[in-house]
């Protein structure tokens, strides 16, 4: 963690103090811890959290039912301070479900009775019908027949495919059906891919049903080079992410134009909250898009990239950084 100062050195005055509520559109939401941290760790995160400029916080373990640092009745402490200090939680599931455990679990979540579910697989979204619900960019909407389909059946959100385009995001959001929210990861690394396997595991040569908890050691995953020493991408647990994290601050004039309603950022293990404040000051004006993207792109952990926004490989950087 940071000290309490702005992105420009300067002091951020009362830090207790979260003024998004007056900030121009879109939203800003915090999406899911990804990594597996210790539980000290995640209370001082969301301790932080609380006194950030950012609207809305997903909470919850979304890759592996092994990872226990945090009870669901933590999470649920979590999501009730989080509330008091006037942030929107939202409760998020497992994306891939292998066992019936971990569908028990999956109803807990689902009938919480308290904050709206992210639901992160068709399974979550079947117990989810009938009443609000947010699907989580692997639920994989890809065209605006998928989107009325979902909508009917109690859609109140909506992630973006990280691999689909702006272009593609146009056409979507001209038939979007009404009352559905717009969602776009804007920074973090890229979730590619879900497996059965356990890639950190395997990575230290141990079975997955004897893991010894090793992805704990990894707190923003274990990146994987090429032969000629490029960053490519990270391995998480069963999750396969990109190396480079996306980064799309740059396209905030964009995103309004196509009425997006929140830009997610997800978050890492170091510096989340001198990112949050970045696109809070280019939200609200006090920083340009241009150089508030550039000062992010230095808090990446091995750079960003925005290829799939404009149409190209996923690891390229479209979009020079200002000098």
């Not at 995001?169 to 009404?178: G, I, K, N, S």
């Not at 898009?289 to 690891?315: I, R, V």
């Amino acid at each position: 963690m940071t000290p309490a100062t702005t992105p420009t050195g300067k002091p951020s005055g009362n830090p207790g103090v979260t003024k998004a509520a007056s900030r121009p559109g879109p939203r800003l939401s915090l999406g899911p811890i990804g990594y597996y941290w210790p539980k000290d760790r995640v209370d001082a995160f969301y301790a932080q959290v609380a006194q950030l400029p950012v609207d809305i916080v997903y909470l919850g373990e979304t890759l592996c039912s092994k990872r226990k640092e945090l009870k669901f009745e933590d999470w649920l402490a979590i999501g009730e301070r989080l509330l008091e200090s006037g942030k929107e939680v939202v409760l998020s599931t497992l994306s891939l479900l292998e066992a019936e455990s971990e569908l028990i679990r999956l109803r807990f979540i689902c009938d919480n009775g308290r904050f709206l579910v992210e639901a992160n697989d068709m399974g979550a979204v079947h117990l989810l019908q009938g009443r609000p619900f947010v699907v989580g960019h692997s639920v994989n909407i890809y065209n605006d027949r998928s989107l009325a389909l979902l909508a009917r059946q109690g859609l109140k959100r909506w992630v973006l495919p990280v691999e689909l385009t702006a272009e593609t995001l146009a056409d979507m959001q001209e038939r979007r059906p009404d009352g559905v929210e717009t969602e776009v990861l804007a920074y973090g690394r890229l979730p590619l891919a879900y497996s059965a396997r356990c890639f950190t595991a395997r990575a230290r040569n141990l079975p997955k049903d004897d893991c010894r908890y090793c992805c704990i050691d990894y707190p923003d995953g274990l990146v994987v080079a090429t032969q000629d020493d490029q960053s490519f991408l990270a391995l998480n647990g069963i999750q396969t992410l990109s190396a480079r994290t996306a980064n799309l601050l740059a396209e905030l004039p964009r995103m309004r134009e196509l009425k997006v309603d929140i830009l997610r950022i997800s978050p890492q293990a170091e510096q989340t909250d001198e990112i949050i404040r970045l696109f809070d000051l280019a939200l609200r004006g006090e920083l340009s898009p241009a150089e508030a993207a550039t000062k992010a792109t230095e808090l990446t952990p091995t750079g960003a990239c925005d290829g799939y926004w404009h149409g190209g490989a996923g690891m390229e950087q479209q979009v020079k950084t200002v000098q």
